[in-house]
């Protein structure tokens, strides 16, 4: 089956294939700090919508789709427009070159997460592994 | 979407004079004692001064310069209030003096917090200039800052694309001093630079052909800078394709020859062109297993092999092997003289350092953690990678 782009199944189903990869947990192996990613309403899906990732020690402990930005804490918030995540998704958007770019805007240390370029690397190759179905 | 970015490049005999036309009053000068001592920041004072500035020196960079030198050295620029930052030297002074020149501009940042993704409102204060005065880095024409934290032995690859300077003075005449075993050293960084920006996944079309065309002088001339420094024409051609594959990687990235390298310069203390030209050749062989297309086109480019696919990019690791030969540098990290023992005792620190290096998001083949504890053994033993 696939998982749509953005829901609670979606990020949940990313939270299984990130525990289940040991190239994640070897290259996070110390990360500690939770995403929030803020999908927002483009020209391809008119809706806002909030992903909550818990993510600690290599491992994800939580994901849960969100109904606003404040229901958690999180310590980096990654906004962009639906149509750049489905990039970023489909391997078509490096994140850190989205980030620089700033297709992707983040907020939290960017000190930190430049001590991890492996781990949002198998981020996005555990993303590829969720079937996943776009809007239109 | 993406950018190219590119200093003012003044290059070829002669080039240094570029200094006389500088307007501005007052330059603090980055770089190292051996330099000082050699003469060539003499040169350059000279001429800064005759153009009306007020000169003074920071000479105490050291070799993979730290955290604490760059602070110091802030501090001097804050107390003199320099307009320009002129940088004098290879990698480390010219690393330092960006380093220096942020913490000038925004002396409320940690260095290690320069990220490619926040902007830094550069250029208030002070421009910058570069003289290298080795042929390698290319770091006068890249946005790169590479720092050693000494405390976790870890090199920091910083960086932001208001860092590249704005000039670079591309003299050889600055870099005709360089002893055989350095131009050795350096020139493998270049062609290091020049081959991983061309392979790595963030190639592009502007930095592609500064890419081949670095690659393409470096085994060309590469030889002939080493065994005869007084080659002017070889000295040239190695200096312009270094600055060449600066700016080819700055504008896409280094790859894992330079993960490694970093993890094991920062380690054992191996110069940093030394240790990624040993590397290299065996990332280019783990890469054409799965990904094998811009190598063996490169391969092709170079005129090294036709056959395309793994052979062809098999090829072009073969012709870095041979190239470090010919120039009398080793191809395995056990010619380097350490020993097994101290290897394998730091093998996890190594493998933890390189899989986190921020040159491992380009890679085009991705290794496991225990793949990369293979790369680093056969690289190790000088044994070609056969997974
Ligand atoms: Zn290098």
């Given at each position: 089956m696939a998982f749509k782009f953005p829901s609670d199944e979606w990020i949940k189903e990313l939270a299984n294939q990130l525990n289940a990869s040991e190239a994640y947990e070897k290259a996070a192996k110390d990360w500690e700090g939770d995403f929030i990613f803020v999908v927002e309403p483009d020209e391809a899906y008119p809706h806002t919508a909030y992903l909550f990732l818990g993510l600690y020690h290599g491992k994800s402990t939580d994901a849960a789709l969100l109904s606003s930005e404040n229901e958690r804490e999180a310590e980096f918030i990654l906004r962009a427009p639906y149509s750049n995540w489905r990039n970023v998704i489909e391997g078509k958007l490096d994140p850190i070159q989205g980030m620089m770019t700033r297709k992707l805007q983040v907020k939290g240390n960017m000190m930190k997460i430049m001590r991890y370029p492996k781990a949002a690397k198998e981020i996005v190759a555990c993303c590829a592994l969720v079937p996943t179905e776009f809007a239109a | 979407m993406w950018y190219f970015v590119s200093p003012q490049i003044v290059f070829g005999e002669g080039a240094i004079c570029a200094l006389d036309e500088l307007q501005g009053c007052r330059a603090l000068i980055v770089t190292d004692r051996t330099l000082v001592e050699l003469g060539l920041v003499g040169q350059v004072k000279d001429r800064l001064e005759r153009a009306g500035f007020e000169v003074r020196i920071f000479d105490s960079v050291e070799p993979d310069p730290d955290v604490q030198t760059v602070l110091k050295g802030a501090e001097v620029a804050r107390a003199f209030e320099p307009d320009w930052i002129v940088a004098v030297g290879g990698g480390s002074p010219i690393d330092a003096a960006k380093a220096i020149w942020v913490l000038y501009e925004r002396?409320?940042?940690?260095?290690?917090?320069?990220?490619?993704?926040?902007?830094?409102?550069?250029?208030c204060k002070a421009r910058m200039v570069a003289i290298p005065t080795t042929s390698g880095t290319g770091s006068e024409a890249t946005m790169g800052i590479v720092l050693t934290d000494r405390e976790e032995r870890r090199k920091m690859g910083l960086g932001n694309r208001e860092a590249v300077p704005d000039i670079a003075i591309v003299d050889p005449c600055m870099a005709a001093g360089m002893s055989p075993q350095l131009t050795a050293d350096t020139g493998l960084d270049a062609l290091a630079h020049a081959i991983e920006g061309y392979t790595c996944a963030w190639h592009t079309d502007f930095a592609d052909g500064l890419c081949f065309n670095a690659a393409r002088l470096i085994f060309r001339y590469l030889p002939a800078a080493v065994a005869n420094g007084a080659d002017l024409e070889a000295r040239e051609r190695m200096h312009n394709a270094a600055t060449c594959a600066g700016l080819g990687f700055s504008n896409a990235l280094t790859s894992i020859a330079h993960s490694m390298g970093h993890a094991l310069g920062a380690v054992f203390h191996l110069p940093h062109g030394r240790a990624v030209g040993i590397c290299l050749p065996y990332t280019i062989e783990f890469a054409a297993h799965q990904a094998p297309e811009r190598f063996a086109e490169l391969a092709a480019l170079l005129g090294f092999s036709q056959a395309g696919g793994e052979e062809g990019a098999r090829a072009l690791a073969g012709a870095v092997r041979e190239l470090c030969r010919r120039i009398g540098?080793?191809?395995?990290?056990?010619e380097t003289g350490l020993s097994r023992a101290d290897y394998e005792a730091h093998l996890d620190k190594l493998v933890d350092d390189a899989f986190n290096d921020t040159s491992m998001m380009s890679a085009v083949r991705s290794p496991s953690y225990e793949e990369f504890r293979q790369l680093f053994l056969y690289a190790y033993e000088g044994k070609p990678v056969d997974f």
């Open positions: - | 002396p409320e940042l940690h260095p290690a917090e320069i990220n490619p993704i926040t902007p830094l409102g550069l250029r540098n080793p191809t395995s990290i056990a």
